[in-house]
């Protein structure tokens, strides 16, 4: 009776976890090798609350049965010893259990790793830079923190680092995979709905990890090819700024970690300014070492006419 009322109570709080994520549990997936990761995850965690629920149940009931009860805390309980079918049976029980979850890892990890074989996949490579994501997609175009994707495309992912080992994570669309200096890493996904699916970088990165966002934004085939043409250049500029500078400088310029910018005349001076976007200052890093000249002009035109708000006595 009592280990019954321990199940039930188990169960509930299980599928209120479930329900309510909580975050408990993954997130709702949108891609294919997410849905897989979760089936693996439920499997797993079948067994392990059942095996919580068996163990901590009979814990609960043997502490409750055998109790005292007023004898001598030095008598001695009965020596048993050699009990052949139960020792069979808690060790072939396991090895059973583990069987069956390397059976259906090992059925779901091609599942995960490889991209299905896809007519015409969308490349695009992801790059990791403290403290933001840049994208560069087919045509040409980059984009900073947010990558526009069509829904129900392969896309491929080469994932690398310019400066220091990230992680690449949108838990909807997949598990992680390391951005690393040096090396060129692949993941995969195929977002099954439209929407925007947020992550964030998966490896402290340094000070300003926490902000290291990314979202992935699935249209139509023809928003995307909006979104890569003309709108990713018309906001160049301010993606720059605002998935850059403004981590520590400020939505506005107005300064945070970083100095405050919005009277800073280097704003309108080009050259300088921009040398200290590609090689860094003091403890500023090189935020804009692989940016192209396009990319550079986009900036300092944005920050002139956007951040600058005139030379103040003040400051
Ligand atoms: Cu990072």
Same mark, same amino acid.
């Given at each position: 009776?009592?280990f019954a009322l321990v199940a039930v109570a188990a169960l509930v709080v299980v599928a209120g976890a479930a329900a309510a994520n909580g975050g408990f549990t993954p997130v709702q997936p949108h891609s294919p090798n997410a849905k897989h990761i979760n089936t693996a995850y439920y499997v797993i965690l079948g067994f392990t609350s059942a095996i919580f629920v068996l163990v901590e149940g009979a814990l609960i009931t043997f502490v409750i049965k055998y109790r005292?009860?007023?004898? @001598?805390?030095? #008598? #001695?309980?009965?020596?048993?010893?050699?009990?052949?079918? &139960?020792? &069979?049976?808690?060790?072939?029980?396991?090895?059973?259990? &583990?069987?069956?979850?390397?059976?259906?890892? +090992?059925?779901?990890?091609?599942?995960?790793?490889?991209?299905?074989?896809?007519?015409? !996949?969308?490349?695009?490579?992801?790059?990791?830079?403290? +403290?933001?994501?840049?994208?560069?997609? !087919?045509?040409?175009?980059?984009? =900073?923190?947010?990558?526009?994707?069509?829904?129900?495309?392969?896309?491929? &992912?080469?994932?690398?680092?310019?400066?220091?080992?990230?992680?690449?994570?949108?838990? @909807?669309? $997949? $598990?992680?995979?390391?951005?690393? !200096?040096?090396?060129?890493?692949?993941?995969? +996904?195929?977002?099954? #709905?439209?929407?925007?699916?947020?992550?964030?970088?998966?490896?402290?990165?340094?000070? *300003?990890?926490?902000?290291?966002?990314?979202?992935?934004?699935?249209?139509? #085939?023809?928003? *995307?090819?909006?979104?890569?043409?003309?709108?990713?250049?018309?906001?160049?500029?301010?993606?720059?700024?605002?998935?850059?500078?403004?981590?520590?400088?400020?939505?506005? $310029?107005?300064?945070?970690?970083? !100095?405050?910018?919005?009277?800073?005349?280097?704003?309108?001076?080009?050259?300088?300014?921009?040398? =200290?976007?590609?090689?860094?200052?003091?403890?500023?890093?090189?935020?804009?070492?692989?940016?192209?000249?396009? %990319?550079? %002009?986009?900036?300092?035109?944005?920050?002139?006419?956007?951040?600058?708000?005139?030379?103040?006595?003040?400051?």
């Amino acid at each position: 009776m009592f280990f019954a009322l321990v199940a039930v109570a188990a169960l509930v709080v299980v599928a209120g976890a479930a329900a309510a994520n909580g975050g408990f549990t993954p997130v709702q997936p949108h891609s294919p090798n997410a849905k897989h990761i979760n089936t693996a995850y439920y499997v797993i965690l079948g067994f392990t609350s059942a095996i919580f629920v068996l163990v901590e149940g009979a814990l609960i009931t043997f502490v409750i049965k055998y109790r005292s009860r007023g004898r @001598a805390r030095t #008598d #001695d309980g009965a020596q048993v010893h050699g009990h052949t079918r &139960l020792e &069979l049976i808690w060790t072939v029980v396991p090895v059973l259990i &583990l069987c069956v979850i390397a059976v259906v890892v +090992f059925l779901e990890l091609p599942k995960i790793a490889d991209a299905p074989a896809a007519a015409d !996949p969308l490349n695009v490579t992801v790059e990791g830079h403290q +403290f933001y994501w840049q994208f560069d997609y !087919p045509n040409g175009a980059r984009t =900073i923190n947010t990558l526009y994707v069509p829904v129900g495309r392969v896309v491929d &992912l080469k994932v690398v680092s310019r400066d220091v080992i990230h992680s690449w994570w949108i838990p @909807a669309l $997949g $598990g992680k995979i390391q951005a690393i !200096p040096g090396i060129t890493n692949h993941t995969w +996904f195929k977002a099954d #709905d439209p929407g925007t699916y947020t992550g964030q970088c998966a490896e402290l990165c340094g000070l *300003y990890h926490a902000s290291m966002t990314a979202s992935v934004v699935a249209t139509t #085939d023809h928003a *995307y090819q909006v979104a890569v043409t003309t709108t990713a250049r018309a906001n160049l500029g301010k993606a720059e700024f605002t998935g850059t500078c403004a981590t520590c400088h400020g939505m506005t $310029g107005q300064g945070g970690y970083g !100095p405050n910018l919005s009277h800073n005349p280097l704003l309108t001076q080009k050259a300088a300014l921009l040398s =200290i976007v590609q090689s860094g200052r003091g403890k500023m890093p090189a935020v804009g070492d692989t940016w192209t000249k396009t %990319q550079l %002009q986009a900036l300092a035109a944005y920050v002139k006419t956007h951040v600058y708000k005139g030379a103040a006595s003040g400051g």
